[in-house]
């Protein structure tokens, strides 16, 4: 799952840079803002993909010490 959050955020990221760029090159104040903007979700997605990941090795660690 969450290797799905990473590339789901990666995905924004590259598509974010994609239409950055686009905007600058065309002079479109807009769509370079929405660029960045969509970049910016895809890092947080990434981060919140980490969290998760770091979560679940927490309870995963609990886990094992409640079964031994």
């Known amino acids: 799952m969450a290797l799905d959050d ?3 955020g990666l995905k924004d990221e590259v598509v974010g840079k ?3 760029v686009e905007g600058k090159v ?3 104040d807009l ?5 960045k903007a ?7 997605k ?4 980490d969290a998760k ?3 679940s090795d927490v309870v995963d660690d609990i886990k094992e010490k409640f079964d031994k």
């Open 53 to 55: 990941d770091a979560a």
């Open 31 to 35: 769509r370079e803002t929405e660029g």
């Open 38 to 44: 969509q970049g910016l979700l895809g890092k947080a």
């Open 6 to 8: 990473k590339l789901d």
């Open 46 to 49: 990434d981060k919140l993909a």
């Open 26 to 28: 065309t002079g479109d």
């Open 18 to 20: 994609a239409k950055e």
